[in-house]
């Protein structure tokens, strides 16, 4: 059973719109949610996070917003570069993990000149 | 400062050949992750370590041992490699769990024919 949900597997934006990603999560004992970026032949690398006491968390262009009762996360891109374009993983944890992060599936983003 | 360092980068096995994967870290960190990345499965937990001298099993464990002698260095152990085992592995670190970001070394892409 999928802990952590990434439905859309890729997005396609236009350089200088909002790219806008999204994440939903079963378990309540979740507390701590992150975002990684990927590109192709290398190691995630950290993005942006948020605690589960908070709403909203910016970072530059990055801004992750969390809505625990509807237990759903999203990364906003403002505004989108070409450079942006990769593998987002969201991930959680909390005490329904052991601590450890629970990722999901991932969406490409493509940002088209 | 390095980073996290994985070696080797790329390796062929039989089926039924043996290897080990070494992962380093010169953050100083004390948890450390062995994750494996399969085509439309996000990353998925193989081992982790809370410390020197300790591992646990994380979601995948089946087929793999690890060994955490030194603080900096984790080692991914396959004893008899099969075809299912085919896949990106990333190695990672953190100062804690939880909330704690974890940084990932480049990957190791491991064939099994």
């Known amino acids: 059973d999928q802990q952590v949900k990434q439905n859309s597997p890729s997005l396609s934006v236009q350089e200088g719109r909002i790219s806008i990603l999204n994440c939903d999560y079963t378990?309540?004992?979740?507390?701590?949610f992150l975002w990684y970026k990927k590109y192709p032949a290398e190691g995630p690398t950290f993005l942006i996070s948020i605690s589960s006491i908070k709403d909203k968390n910016e970072d530059g262009r990055f801004t992750v917003f969390l809505n625990k009762s509807a237990k759903h996360l999203s990364l906003h891109i403002v505004p989108s570069q070409p450079g942006d374009s990769a593998v987002y993983f969201c991930?959680?944890?909390?005490?329904?993990?052991?601590?450890?992060?629970?990722f999901g599936k991932g969406t490409k983003l493509s940002v088209k000149p | 400062n390095a980073g996290v360092t994985q070696t080797p980068k790329f390796r062929v096995l039989k089926t039924g050949q043996s290897m080990t994967l070494l992962c380093a870290q010169d953050m100083n960190h004390e948890y450390m992750y062995w994750y494996r990345q399969d085509p439309g499965m996000g990353l998925r937990l193989i081992h982790y370590?809370?410390?020197?001298?300790?591992?646990a099993k994380g979601e995948v464990p089946d087929g793999y041992n690890v060994s955490r002698l030194k603080k900096q260095n984790f080692l991914l152990g396959l004893e008899s490699a099969a075809p299912s085992q085919t896949s990106v592995y990333f190695c990672?670190?953190?100062?804690?769990?939880?909330?704690?970001?974890?940084?990932f070394g480049p990957g190791t892409r491991l064939t099994v024919t």
């Open positions: 991930a959680a944890s909390g005490w329904g993990s052991q601590g450890n992060l629970i």
């Open positions: 378990n309540s004992m979740f507390d701590y």
């Open positions: 370590s809370v410390g020197e001298g300790t591992t």
């Open positions: 990672a670190s953190s100062y804690s769990r939880g909330g704690y970001e974890q940084y």
